[in-house]
């Protein structure tokens, strides 16, 4: 087990590794345009260059200190949030319950600054569920009421509640025997980076080997195998990264990468699932190359909060 004063130098090894790949990813893409002038290499050159932004603000928001690593990210669901409301249908009647619901992400992000986990877990689950609703009817429009409150909370739930674990990561507490426990930047970057790699991992794979579409009337570029090899990968780079970064034995960490490979791949069809219910192929243009900031955060809607739970029942 790595001592605490051990892990920050572990941390900025493993960041580095990660702008090292991107130096690498770049290198290629330059290459791959002068070898063969003849396609067309905007995308990739696109997606390379929001990768280098990614990063950077997400190095920034955990190499800091707590209070902005937690400001960052709570900006990050107020742009995933503010980004879900433009898609979906909201009624004019409800601009005063729609400042409450934006009102939520710094309250549930303050909870987190406090370390009041009671609060965290139930604030946007029952308090908001109860009193949207509530505050919808006393405008006394009915008509579509049932679907804004709906969609009202199933976006609140999806871009803050959920993502909003990643940041408790932050404030686990340390153990008092000095292992690396509490380490918060290190295990937000293990989940993000094990669910990004998925992502990729499940992308190559089905186009190597993808023949069987997974849910052909949901989302038709997902196969079989692309999801197969797309877990087994993430579950070896758990068992390479977990004892590394985490608290957790190399079995553990295996099953945690198993755990972020499958609710990784069930996040992404979800939110396809959304996209294809609302006519859309993209949540936004936030992000050139990938889209809107859903279409970058959908997979960690589900990875988040499952490792979070499944890292603090083992040992916290």
Do not use: C
């Not at 005063?96 to 406090?114: C, E, K, T």
């Not at 949901?218 to 990264?241: E, Q, R």
């Amino acid at each position: 087990m790595m001592a605490l004063n051990q892990a920050p130098h572990m941390l900025w090894y493993m960041l580095g590794a990660v702008f090292a790949l991107l130096v690498i990813a770049s290198v290629s893409s330059a290459l791959l345009a002068w070898r063969y002038p003849q396609k067309n290499w905007l995308e990739l050159r696109l997606r390379i260059r929001t990768w280098w932004w990614i990063v950077t603000v997400f190095v920034l928001a955990i190499s800091v200190n707590r209070t902005v690593s937690l400001l960052v990210l709570a900006f990050v669901s107020f742009i995933a949030f503010k980004e879900y409301l433009t898609l979906v249908p909201t009624r004019r009647a409800d601009h005063m319950p729609l400042f409450w619901a934006y009102l939520a992400i710094p309250i549930q992000y303050f909870w987190i600054w406090d370390g009041w986990y009671g609060m965290f877990i139930i604030f946007i689950p029952v308090y908001m569920f109860l009193f949207l609703p509530m505050r919808m009817v006393l405008v006394g429009d009915t008509r579509g009421y049932l679907h804004a409150a709906s969609s009202l909370h199933w976006g609140l739930m999806t871009t803050v509640f959920s993502l909003s674990h990643m940041a408790y990561l932050l404030v686990l507490p340390t153990d008092v025997t000095g292992t690396m426990k509490g380490n918060g930047p290190m295990l937000v970057l293990f989940l993000v980076a094990l669910t990004q790699l998925n992502d990729v991992a499940q992308y190559l794979w089905g186009k190597a080997f993808g023949r069987m579409k997974a849910i052909p009337l949901v989302s038709p570029n997902k196969t079989i195998a692309g999801f197969v090899g797309g877990v087994a990968t993430t579950s070896l780079l758990g068992w390479l990264l977990g004892p590394l970064l985490t608290p957790m034995s190399p079995l553990y960490a295996t099953v945690a990468g198993l755990l972020i490979g499958v609710t990784g791949f069930i996040g992404d069809v979800v939110m396809s699932g959304m996209k294809r219910d609302l006519g859309i192929k993209d949540t936004g243009d936030l992000l050139p190359g990938h889209g809107g900031i859903l279409d970058r955060l959908d997979s960690l809607t589900y990875t988040a909060p499952l490792f979070f739970h499944y890292l603090r029942y083992l040992y916290y």
